[in-house]
């Protein structure tokens, strides 16, 4: 699934995007693609499989499976603001069981019945946390948002 470029319009516009699959366990234990080599949050997403996309790359879409379970994300190269994307300035958006703080009460119902995570305005998604412990919640799910502004 890597490179895949805009002529599909069934994925995000972006070129040269790249596929990140999740892996379960704690920490972040997905693939040699994890940006701890630039994000400087670490464990940001404590008992959680998180997953971040490369410096210079944002979340541009995500993949769940048809049991509720996240499979993975897709990463876009990218700027913000004609700066680098170095996942700096983050913070952590919980949606697992309640619509994240990002998400106001005036917030548009963009999605009825189902909890938002959304990054606060001026911050984009770095990366995407899942449940791996029952006593948390249901082992797969999203949980949370890694929101970062550079």
Not at 45 to 52: E, T, V
Not at 89 to 105: E, I, K, L, M, R
Not at 134 to 144: D, E, L, P, S
Request: aromatic letters at 14%; glycine letters at 10%; a negative charge.
């Amino acid at each position: 699934m890597n490179d895949i470029g805009m002529a599909n319009p069934n994925y995000p516009n972006c070129s040269n995007s790249r596929y990140v699959p999740f892996g379960y366990g704690y920490g972040n234990e997905w693939n040699n693609w994890s940006n701890k080599q630039c994000s400087s949050d670490g464990d940001w997403d404590h008992l959680s499989a998180q997953g971040d996309c490369p410096c210079n790359e944002y979340v541009a879409a995500v993949v769940q499976d048809l049991n509720w379970n996240m499979e993975g994300i897709l990463c876009c190269p990218g700027q913000y603001g004609g700066a680098n994307l170095l996942h700096s300035a983050c913070d952590v958006q919980t949606f697992y069981s309640t619509n994240s703080a990002a998400y106001g009460p005036n917030s548009p119902d963009w999605d009825p019945n189902y909890f938002k995570g959304q990054c606060p305005s001026g911050k984009y998604v770095a990366g995407i946390s899942t449940v791996v412990d029952n006593y948390i919640g249901f082992t797969g799910a999203a949980h949370a948002l890694h929101c970062c502004a550079d």
